[in-house]
């Protein structure tokens, strides 16, 4: 237990009571190699979670980090905030990250993080429409249970945070929540219908919803899609977890051959080595605006979008997924994680599942009869995963294992020994 007196640090998103509770000046991490961390103690972690998703290269990816070393010592700042002798390496990024992407989606604002990048994406879909002559078309859908952020716009967004609905609003409005079980085509089309397709702006989605876990079918999803180009309707991808390489491609939508107007990149997009965000946005949302006679700017950014060290960690962290190999060991690695994980389910935890893809896995904990763990018996199971040695996320219903993309099959295996250690230490002190 830390005392308030002795500790400043106000953690986001849990109550500070519950934080000072569980801490201690031990556990603080002062070191990464590789896949793991050392804490103030001395003791080493397997880092099964990526710090928080977005370590995906590891603590001391060495391109990296000589590309931010040398950036600092030519250009150590600049930005794209307004134009003005923009930093030339924020440019090359920019046109590096286009040119992995397809033809039509190619024009890039860099900001700072994915929930800056998933608020630019939607004021930008409700900008567009007011140059457009259709003011009404304001309305936009997300869905319950997803996870976009925190801010006005995007807390308003996020399905998954009700509570911070409440107890933070008013937040902005005219957002609209539809079910996600289930057929998502379904669910968009018939919240279109009540509102009306010319109120509806935009929809922004997770390919792969980092909170709850569901996965659309990607037959469903590509109608969906393409009903919503039929009406008009912006279409959102935010891949700020499954992008850069986590599901083993620079795009989740893009490898199911699904094409939206926008996608939020971040996380990943500089290892995790500083802040760093990017929005894609197409042709048809940026040509008209490019090219407007109003003279009116999308008025959205910070003093620091296109920080120069970020724009040099995301050129490296391009170069070592596609040059190096990393982007295409992702789909053999996860091969080999899911595999080790389901023996261990099979045996500790027979009623549960692996789902996920990639190399964002989740560890379903359920017993025989199908009933979930409760909260306090997954946040035992997490305990003892740290007791063992190995750092996973606390999920709904159970555990995520999102280890960085440079992982070994050896250390892959490793994660699941360690899960089935902590589970062996949990279930044998349910019994006592």
């Given at each position: 237990m830390v005392e308030l007196s002795e500790y400043s640090a106000w953690h986001g998103t849990r109550p500070m009571k519950t934080a000072l509770e569980n801490l201690d000046s031990g556990s603080f991490l002062v070191e990464g190699r590789g896949?793991?961390?050392?804490d103030q103690a001395g003791?080493?972690?397997?880092?099964?979670?990526?710090?928080?998703?977005?370590?995906?290269?590891?603590?001391?990816?060495?391109?990296?980090?000589?590309?931010?070393r040398e950036q600092l010592d030519s250009l150590p700042f600049g930005t794209l905030l307004s134009y003005g002798r923009p930093p030339a390496v924020s440019i090359q990024f920019a046109n590096a990250l286009a040119a992995r992407l397809p033809a039509g989606l190619r024009h890039i604002r860099l900001g700072n993080t994915g929930s800056q990048m998933t608020e630019s994406?939607?004021?930008?879909s409700r900008f567009f429409r007011q140059e457009a002559g259709e003011p009404r078309r304001t309305a936009v859908i997300s869905f319950d249970g997803s996870y976009h952020g925190t801010g006005p716009c995007a807390t308003a967004l996020s399905g998954h945070l009700q509570k911070a609905h409440?107890?933070?609003g008013p937040l902005m409005d005219d957002v609209h929540q539809v079910p996600a079980e289930g057929s998502w085509h379904k669910a968009v089309q018939e919240q279109v219908a009540a509102l009306g397709p010319d109120r509806v702006t935009a929809v922004i989605f997770e390919p792969l919803m980092g909170s709850v876990g569901t996965i659309p079918d990607p037959g469903d999803l590509a109608r969906m899609v393409d009903y919503c180009r039929g009406q008009g309707i912006h279409v959102i991808a935010d891949e700020v977890t499954t992008g850069y390489g986590r599901i083993g491609h620079l795009s989740r939508v893009l490898q199911l051959g699904i094409h939206p107007d926008m996608i939020v990149f971040s996380k990943g997009i500089t290892a995790g080595y500083v802040p760093g965000a990017a929005l894609a946005v197409c042709d048809e949302i940026?040509?008209?605006?490019?090219?407007?006679?109003?003279?009116?700017?999308?008025?959205?950014?910070?003093?620091?979008?296109?920080?120069p060290l970020a724009a040099a960690a995301g050129l490296a962290v391009l170069e070592v997924l596609y040059e190096d190999g990393v982007m295409d060991s992702v789909a053999h690695k996860s091969e080999v994680l899911r595999a080790a994980l389901e023996r261990v389910q099979r045996e500790f935890v027979p009623g549960g599942e692996i789902a996920g893809t990639g190399l964002m896995l989740k560890f379903a904990l359920r017993d025989e009869q199908g009933q979930t763990w409760s909260r306090e018996e997954v946040n035992a199971l997490h305990a003892a995963c740290e007791e063992a040695g190995l750092l996973v996320s606390i999920a709904i219903e159970g555990l995520w294992v999102?280890?960085?993309?440079?992982?070994s099959v050896q250390e892959c295996e490793e994660i699941a020994e360690l899960m089935a250690t902590a589970l062996k230490a949990t279930l044998a002190d349910e019994l006592h």
């Open positions: 896949v793991r961390v050392r003791r080493w972690y397997l880092d099964g979670r990526s710090s928080l998703w977005n370590l995906t290269l590891g603590h001391d990816h060495p391109k990296v980090i000589s590309a931010i994406a939607v004021l930008l409440e107890w933070c940026f040509d008209p605006l490019a090219s407007a006679a109003s003279g009116r700017a999308f008025i959205h950014g910070s003093t620091t979008d296109g920080h999102l280890p960085p993309l440079v992982i």
